[in-house]
């Protein structure tokens, strides 16, 4: 299958490396003279422009930073949307406002082609391991054509509704995840004034009730600090996120939103955040 990819990175890149390895004809966009330098290491076919780098798709991936940098690669009359050929499948797995994905849907509908709403949760590793998680919005029958190929980094895919239902899950599933990191920051701390050290009781809670898959990421990390400090700037990114979509849709976060403004989250969590986000 001829597949177009704009936006390489920390995420993208292991994708195209799956996607190469089963098969697949890939082009990358690379504008920068780094990027093509790094695609032609990996042995991958690259381009200069959007309607290079997507015409000739059968399926364009956007894997990009920020929604502004969605809504910039995707629309507009120099857009991947307008340069796709109809009957085509642009899969986006940007974490974006879910607006996004509806505007992206109603923009595709005009050029025949085809839009998936495919959140993501994990990071590279899950990727090489081909088991990252995807939230996929849209047309099930559109995810049912693309589904083997998702299926070359991804376990499971699971299908979440119409377009947008992908963001909105991902981000209920992050403000849970920066939540429960919160909340592991604060039991440090009451264990501590109970005469427990840190590592004992992440070592001992992770195997008991009280565990999680957040409790799981800060102990093999090392500590609650460690992990706080290396996953600031996108957790940073997705509270802000959540909180405005929250805001938008007139949604009380409730419980959730009161631990994100504590001062666990809040200085120990999102205050390191100062640090520019790797891509």
């Given at each position: 299958?001829?597949?177009?990819?704009?936006?390489?990175?920390?995420?993208?890149?292991?994708?195209?490396?799956?996607?190469?390895?089963?098969?697949?004809?890939?082009?990358?966009?690379?504008?920068?003279?780094?990027?093509?330098?790094?695609?032609?290491?990996?042995?991958?076919?690259?381009?200069?422009?959007?309607?290079?780098?997507?015409?000739?798709?059968?399926?364009?991936?956007?894997?990009?930073?920020?929604?502004?940098?969605?809504?910039?690669?995707?629309?507009?009359?120099?857009?991947?949307?307008?340069?796709?050929?109809?009957?085509?499948?642009?899969?986006?797995?940007?974490?974006?406002?879910?607006?996004?994905?509806?505007?992206?849907?109603?923009?595709?509908?005009?050029?025949?082609?085809?839009?998936?709403?495919?959140?993501?949760?994990?990071?590279?590793?899950?990727?090489?391991?081909?088991?990252?998680?995807?939230?996929?919005?849209?047309?099930?029958?559109?995810?049912?054509?693309?589904?083997?190929?998702?299926?070359?980094?991804?376990?499971?895919?699971?299908?979440?509704?119409?377009?947008?239902?992908?963001?909105?899950?991902?981000?209920?599933?992050?403000?849970?995840?920066?939540?429960?990191?919160?909340?592991?920051?604060?039991?440090?701390?009451?264990?501590?004034?109970?005469?427990?050290?840190?590592?004992?009781?992440?070592?001992?809670?992770?195997?008991?009730?009280?565990?999680?898959?957040?409790?799981?990421?800060?102990?093999?990390?090392g500590s609650v600090a460690a992990v706080a400090e290396r996953l600031a700037g996108l957790m940073s990114k997705d509270v802000a996120v959540v909180r405005e979509v929250a805001r938008s849709a007139?949604?009380?976060?409730?419980?959730?939103?009161?631990?994100?403004?504590?001062?666990?989250?809040?200085?120990?969590?999102?205050?390191?955040?100062?640090?520019?986000?790797?891509?």
């Open positions: 299958m001829r597949i177009g990819f704009v936006g390489a990175g920390r995420m993208g890149r292991p994708m195209v490396g799956r996607l190469t390895a089963a098969g697949h004809d890939v082009t990358v966009l690379a504008r920068h003279p780094q990027a093509r330098e790094a695609a032609t290491a990996d042995g991958t076919a690259w381009a200069g422009t959007v309607a290079e780098t997507v015409r000739d798709a059968d399926v364009v991936f956007v894997v990009v930073l920020t929604d502004e940098q969605v809504r910039s690669v995707c629309l507009g009359p120099e857009g991947v949307l307008a340069a796709m050929r109809p009957g085509a499948t642009l899969v986006q797995h940007t974490t974006s406002d879910p607006a996004t994905a509806r505007l992206l849907v109603e923009a595709g509908a005009e050029h025949g082609v085809r839009v998936l709403d495919a959140a993501l949760s994990g990071g590279p590793h899950d990727i090489a391991a081909g088991r990252l998680t995807l939230w996929i919005g849209g047309d099930e029958r559109v995810l049912d054509d693309v589904r083997p190929l998702l299926a070359t980094y991804a376990s499971p895919v699971l299908w979440v509704g119409p377009p947008g239902n992908g963001q909105r899950v991902k981000l209920v599933n992050n403000a849970l995840f920066v939540a429960q990191v919160g909340l592991a920051i604060d039991a440090v701390r009451l264990a501590g004034s109970l005469g427990i050290e840190e590592r004992t009781l992440l070592d001992a809670v992770r195997h008991g009730s009280g565990g999680s898959r957040a409790l799981d990421v800060v102990a093999r990390g007139g949604a009380d976060l409730g419980i959730i939103g009161a631990v994100l403004a504590s001062d666990a989250v809040e200085k120990q969590v999102l205050e390191p955040a100062a640090a520019p986000e790797k891509p």
